[in-house]
């Protein structure tokens, strides 16, 4: 599996329409976020955008405006989408022994069944399969994009809360799902992290804690307050990061950053008094980099390290504040194609 920063095809985006995950003006501001996400990265990278129906097409459309849809870079698709995380749901492209793209189309269960219906999502990696005559494996295991991340040479990091759950995999044990991992990914290393984010209803994705910067250097979450309720998940975590060495004998190298606050006034749809904001879920395309903020005083540091590690590329920080409030941000949101 290549790294995310290795070159794309395209990304792919689902236009937000499920009033369930973000109910009443919710909705309405997270599209203005779309609006300023499609703007910021249409210059750096097609974008095939799926919409639930006609109906949602056309009001997309009117949301993004003459300029938007003018430009070549970005494909409008009709597709019955069940909500907008195609981190989780979409294709998972890897490249065969020739180089070539071949798509791994994993199973999706709206993270344990937490959330129905997602019968549509589930289907998306056969029809991208398809639409872009790529070959498709199907390990018949439930995994999530978001669970994993990997540095491009055959390491790759995940949760056991998510991975080893009973609600995705209840008859593989880990060594059989490692297994899974090296032979579909082509994975020679397995980092296995501990818990996630309280309010994180994936029940810990990778992708809000630890994400490789360069093949040898991880950014990875960690509180300042030791009352915080996520300062214990996120020691135990750094903890295991210190002890890992690379194949070659090199030790990982780690950046830290102070995770924003994550306690909301409300409630969200789960009833969590937390969301999971973290500068970890950051997407890495063609020439830019975005990255999710959150008005709080740690993103100036969030931003400075991201335009130290990717040097070469533009970095535009994108407010989350309303997106987060659906429990993902930009990463959640985005799938590469290669």
């Known amino acids: 599996m290549p790294a995310e920063w290795e070159p794309h095809r395209a990304t792919q985006l689902h236009w937000p329409s499920n009033s369930n995950t973000w109910p009443g003006d919710r909705l309405h501001k997270v599209e203005q976020i779309y609006v300023q996400l499609i703007t910021s990265l ?3 990278e097609p974008i095939v955008l799926f919409v639930e129906s006609d109906v949602v097409k056309t009001h ?4 993004l405006g003459n300029q938007i849809l003018k430009n070549p870079r970005l494909q409008v698709v009709v597709y019955p989408v069940n909500d907008v995380w195609v981190r989780d749901c979409g294709p ?3 490249r065969n022994t020739g180089g070539n793209p071949v798509i791994i189309d994993w199973e999706y269960n709206a993270w344990g069944k937490k959330y129905a219906p997602w019968e ?12 872009l005559n790529v070959p498709i494996e199907r390990p018949g295991m439930i995994l999530e994009g978001g ?5 491009g040479a055959g390491v790759l990091l995940t949760t056991e809360s998510v991975l080893l759950n009973p609600n995705r995999n209840p008859g593989l044990n880990k060594a059989q799902i490692e297994y899974n991992l090296n032979q579909y990914l082509g994975s020679e290393q397995v980092i296995w992290l501990k818990r996630g984010l309280a309010g994180d209803d994936t029940d810990g994705h990778i992708d809000d804690l630890t994400r490789f910067l360069n093949e040898h250097t991880v950014l990875t979450m960690i509180c300042e307050d030791p009352d915080d309720v996520n300062y214990s998940a996120l020691q135990e975590n750094l903890e295991i990061l210190k002890q890992v060495t690379l194949p070659g004998g090199n030790r990982l190298v780690i950046e830290t950053l102070s995770l924003p606050s994550t306690r909301i006034e409300e409630v969200t749809v789960d009833g969590s008094e937390y969301v999971p904001a973290s500068y970890a879920n950051f997407y890495v395309a063609n020439g830019v980099v975005l990255v ?7 993103d100036e540091e ?6 130290q590690y990717f040097p070469d590329r533009d970095v535009i920080g994108i407010p989350c504040q309303d997106l987060i ?3 993902g941000s930009i990463h959640c949101i985005t799938q590469q194609w290669i």
């Open 42 to 44: 249409l210059p750096y």
């Open 60 to 63: 997309a459309q009117s949301k």
């Open 92 to 94: 998972v492209f890897v």
């Open 120 to 131: 549509n999502d589930n289907g998306i990696p056969t029809w991208v399969g398809r639409h």
């Open 147 to 151: 669970s994993i991340d990997v540095n």
């Open 292 to 298: 999710p903020l959150f008005k709080e005083r740690y």
């Open 302 to 307: 969030a931003l400075r390290l991201f335009k």
């Open 325 to 327: 409030w659906g429990q």
